[in-house]
């Protein structure tokens, strides 16, 4: 029974990829946990904790297949205990005495918490790849829309130009210090856990350091150098990563979603998706992809939010906070993975209409292009003279420079004589630091990709 | 492939109830929304908009185990469209010319909003019956251990004595306005929705609000009088009564959690309950269902954070609001209805230990008593000159209150005669406004109970 | 100093009206603290505890331009006690032996507590009273632009058209359950608080409930039948129902931040408002109050969150959640007060291009009356195919329904014999079913008003 | 009128302390937003922008209490505009033609950001500095106790032994991995802003790029390279430090008040805090502090998620998410910092009751010390039937681990010979693994303290 729709036949693309989904997806997560007791049996049997031909056996056996899941539900029910259910059913079918020799001197988080270093290993990996080709497609419109001259807008009211490729590249600006942010946590987020009941690895005597330093190295994370049980800043730092990282996929969808009006009509989705808007109004194009990008951002927060608060965590272990873990974080990484997809589709098939950019620029003119003309006047009036005029004369009703002028010669300013009149001046052209902008954000993300892994942990 | 924990097969149990999981298991969803199509077509085809004989074919076919699930998710994907996906699954099993009268002017948010208010129908009956019988449990333990003196606490510090039974009541209190706002938020909350494209109904030229008074009517919910369609208040205030029952939960888990300290050992969780608590520390009795209480709370409230965020939408519709909820309001009733189920099988054995109790206070004597002690010699010195001279008096390493008698008279207070000496007070008293109080509580609900109905809505 | 910018001098009519400032002023808070202590000292002499002229002098003393703030915020700091600093100013200015009668028997929270009470009773009054202004305005929105047809837009794309009474009417409708939530939840806030240290009343011994009962008949509170001390629930539904009073705020905000953008143009703030909107870009006439709007509603939502958080409370008192409510219940009254301010200013000016709605719906013509077209052809067709049909036909680069028909007949259709060809009909006239629906709501809320108190509580 | 108790006389202490207040104090603010013109009126005289004797007199004006605040905080209002009322009030004491020469060709938000900018490096600085006090402190808790023994607990159950040198360990290695992120974020938050009006710095035509290189050097910040007015993860990263370095002491702050309570007694905040911790119960010692710490943290907490929320910003400049930020960023600052100073007062002086910690160990015995010697019992019945055996032997009503191996020969196991038998170990050791822990921590810590710089930025 699904009683979730995110992971619902008809609805769970919206909410995960089937690469992210795989991740952690049931049967994963158990074979993955198997695999944990077996690079810990191999670490006990390697300090002769457990004998060989234990550890080869729990090897042997561990394949999430040979398990009967249902018996493990059962006893994880009825036990009340979040392993034992497990053990009990790779116990049935464990050869004595290595079914004495599994999951020995270890409790739940030692799996629980290496599991999730090693799924944020794969999350990580993914998002660093994704957020790179998004930065690529970013890059790419930056170069391409270098001049393409457009309305800037501030507080939803059209204001001076820009293009369109600094807009990106105030895109790409953002994506990059999400990439720098992957690469610094990396130390913080990959390593593993072997703590025992209460953190002091008592049951280990003096072997317990040891054990650790083995078992991490087996299963490929580093040694944490104490135990991590109710220290969770590790796992509150990835969350707080991935959201903003969605907080920026959220603010580019946001973009799409309000310029594809066709009020504005100056970028629209790839054609072809959202392919039926409407049923009852066929002749919509809903920007559904870059429209969903918020939800799942929203989403994001909430869970990366649920995260934080459980940092506060009381003694050597507190479930409040640790099963408040088990859903925020995989929720976290599974929507954010999904924002990631959905970008790569929309920005690789963005269209951007720069004809229509440029016409409402036109629309504008003698608005839109105000400040220039205010820098022109402020020579003559002194800048805030000049912006006072202006403000009077702009009215909604008002009109372009040229009445501004009038405005000007009207209120008495006289002796204004315009070597280069304001209006004169080609209307549409974007401000060449935009485009110095542009060209410093495109050449350090090249210089930084040229320099970097393409694969994560870097 | 199912990728939340919250839906494993392991760990299902702990965040959602088998009852809930079935109001939102995807086919019962889908044969609900099937459901909403039949009572559509109905009250089409009795205003004539559609013949009989489809509104036949189409309640006849209107079985979720009939449809090709696979080819409606596949064709859910390709139209990247919330609804069509399984219309047209159901279009396949429909004779002609009823495939061309099912879903007849209206959009998803028609089908899915109502679908939402008939599955609060189902969550609210749930929680009102659960609420009810938590209040029961609570009034019987606010009875029986009306006198049952323990120490209050503040700022986790022994107070001065109050009673189990009081303690109960508080909880009983709080429970009961909660069951009060279940009842009047219903009207809010069990309305059907019949919208069209943007609220309007212009599909149904001038039988829009007949069909739509029809329709709820078949649907057994109230008509809105108007769309909702981003008018969403309504769920907002039902996810947030549920989240301050889910934190009045907490609260009572985490006073079981606090209270079944060995070092405090006045109450315990039932016997049988956690049953393994430790694999590695075998004498371990966790309070793990107390535990989850509050994890569930958080969770709840993460999601409640989220729907009152998506109050703000935008013009007829706003997918970014309106997804959210997909998500979010589920989430907020599942995990809500876990922790009524819990908390009634905690409350249901939960081990109150009054032997301890009475013997904490004893621990504490002297001070526990101090209020009392305070209150006596307050005639004879005044109040906040009684409070400082015991305040200096009675120190950590300090004394019981003949030692404050003594520390007084050596403060050179003389003529100091208690006719009632504090210290010989009987020192375990409960308060007896306390025992009013409890008194009270349970008489209103009592009350409230008998007049009230079993069933939601009332 | 005021470090708090929502406080300063330059921006405190962002953040606060001067009305709920003055509610929630230091001077007024501590001099409705002293009112407090006044009604506790009449009832405690009123029941004998204390002399009448104790009772009298405490009285006269009351008046917070007498003491000295300075010393008692010393004594607060030096005691880390949040009432004593007050009590010992106060002390200082009483006569013996009121000195000693005062602020007896009781704590921090009675006093606390029952300020917010009162607190609540004034802000309940003032949203009360801004709402139904509001409402009004709303409604005569609703009828003045009844029948004033505008493009109804979902997803951000024109749809459907709608009126703007329509729009109106939807806000009304929300509006009107907020008034529901504020009548009916006055019961739950405005009670009183006397508990004494554990909520027993202990200090009181047989006295205790009856003191209550005459104590917060003098403060104009209800009797709460029990102390409420961690029991919070009743303030966290206050901040609640104020939340999504600011998110319906903000959805109106919205509303007219987007429909102002040049590029629709359909609805302005009133003129005046927002007087310089940029001093480099003196064209620009931004939205700032309906934007703020937005901004006033998120930082509500944050602090709503936070009171849920502190409903869950430990033992008998608890500074965590209780020391949050002191930040952040005001901040959600001074925020949704403003907004509710902010929200009269917009809306009793708002500017209705109604030219431009026709305008708009004009422009997308063909496009925006598809629901129509489709509706029409669906007896010849079917609806479904007519749906696709008109899908294909009408892609961006497409036309009007004379091209749909053309379309179709394209297709291979034949027959089509339409008696009222669907673009001819008169493409603007909104659906009869929203004008219904306005007046719908437009009468029930005229009912409800005249039935109703305009002042709360009610 | 002081609304915000935040900013109260009596309270400011709780929210805030002088040293951050002073930061945010209104008057410094405003005179850091007159030194920033200064710095782009000389960064302009520079280029030739605006004459050297303007870019003199206005530096020579710039000081805050030389303007009429009353006046700008006027023109605020009634031009609605944030910062022109402030530059009125500036020009008013400006000559000719300097008047015309303040602010030119920029906006609000490179003032606003600059200084936030700069606020945050006062801030970052005061972080770096009190957190490195704070590790200091803990480490050599770390080495005053290392062999203390205590009680490790899990779910609030007293589980095997720990030391409390290794509680505090596991604080420093999450205090060290804060420091690592201070530091890392500095190049991310510590930038100028120079952005103009939609960030293409098109008022200064060719210019603008070396303006804003030659005023970030003026300022002693970095060159952003591309303009950030609607790219806020800067700020949003040093709100979610701040916010999970609130939550750690948080969770310092929640071990200091579950373990001072007295049935526990190993902790206590230091004598003299929290003077008077009631006024009606004399003995009270309540762990204020402490507690504060986690009011603290969830106010920060909710301050940090409307700061996420805030980075989906729309277009070139959203008043909706930077309006945000005015509140919410300060507010994370101030409280964050108030913590801190709470922690090192806590810290500085906390009561460590090691007799008590042993005492509460040796109570526990038998049970507390299962861990061993289940592992004592291993490796002759097996790990996992060794603890069946204990669990259902080690029932609360039952025994010590003598009374477990009676148990085990009950239940017919026969040839155990212990050559240590269980019980005979010496219970209270704490596992060596615990101590090399701490040593390994109080060794990378040592040795990155000494490698750092002790001021920041680093």
Not at 29 to 39: C, H
Not at 131 to 154: H, K, P, Q
Not at 178 to 194: A, M, S, Y
Not at 201 to 208: N, W
Request: net charge negative; with cysteine.
């Amino acid at each position: 029974m699904v009683s979730r729709i995110a992971d619902s036949e008809m609805y769970a693309h919206l909410w995960g990829t089937e690469e992210l989904r795989a991740v952690f997806d049931e049967k994963a997560r158990l074979q993955a946990w198997l695999d944990i007791l077996v690079a810990l049996a191999r670490a006990q049997s390697a300090l002769g904790l457990i004998p060989p031909e234990s550890a080869d056996a729990i090897a042997e056996a561990a394949h999430v297949e040979r398990l009967d899941l249902t018996y493990a539900a059962a006893e994880t029910r009825s036990t009340s205990h979040s392993t034992l259910g497990l053990i009990h059913a790779f116990q049935r079918i464990l050869p004595e005495p290595a079914r004495e020799h599994v999951y020995l001197g270890v409790t739940v988080q030692d799996i629980t918490d290496t599991w999730t270093a090693l799924a944020l290993r794969q999350v990580g990996s993914i998002v660093w790849r994704d957020l790179r080709i998004i930065e690529s497609l970013v890059l790419d419109l930056a170069e391409t829309y270098r001049t393409a001259a457009m309305v800037g807008r501030t507080h939803g009211q059209p204001g001076a130009p820009i293009t369109f490729g600094f807009k990106a590249a105030s895109w790409a600006d953002e994506l990059r210090r999400h990439l720098d942010r992957l690469r610094h946590g990396q130390d913080h987020w990959l390593v593993g856990q072997l703590a025992g009941s209460v953190g002091g690895l008592g049951f280990f005597g003096d072997h317990g350091v040891g054990l650790r330093r083995d078992f991490c190295a087996r299963v490929a994370l580093a040694d944490p150098g104490i135990s991590w049980l109710t220290s969770r800043d590790r796992l509150v730092e990835f969350a707080q990563v991935l959201a903003t990282i969605s907080g920026t996929l959220a603010r580019i969808g946001g973009e799409v979603y309000e310029l594809q009006r066709p009020e504005i009509g100056e970028l629209r989705e790839p054609a072809g998706m959202g392919a039926v808007s409407s049923i009852t109004m066929p002749h919509k194009r809903n920007p559904e992809r870059s429209e969903h990008l918020d939800t799942l951002a929203r989403l994001v927060r909430a869970n990366a939010g649920a995260m934080l608060e459980a940092m506060v965590q009381q003694h050597e272990r507190d479930g409040r906070g640790w099963k408040t873990e088990w859903i925020a974080l995989p929720e976290v990484c599974l929507l954010t993975g999904t924002a990631l997809q959905f970008t790569i589709e929309i920005l690789s098939g963005l269209e951007v209409d720069t004809e229509r950019m440029a016409a409402n620029l036109a629309i504008q003119s003698g608005f839109i292009n105000s400040e220039r003309v205010l820098a022109a006047l402020t020579p003559h009036l002194g800048k805030h003279r000049a912006q006072e005029l202006m403000h009077d004369a702009l009215q909604p009703s008002g009109g372009a420079p040229r009445q501004v002028i009038a405005a000007l010669a009207g209120a008495g300013i006289d002796g204004l004589e315009l070597a280069d009149p304001p209006g004169a001046a080609p209307p549409l052209a974007p401000p060449p630091a935009a485009l110095t902008m542009v060209d410093e954000v495109v050449r350090r993300a090249r210089a930084a990709r040229a320099a970097e892994s393409d694969t994560w942990p870097t």
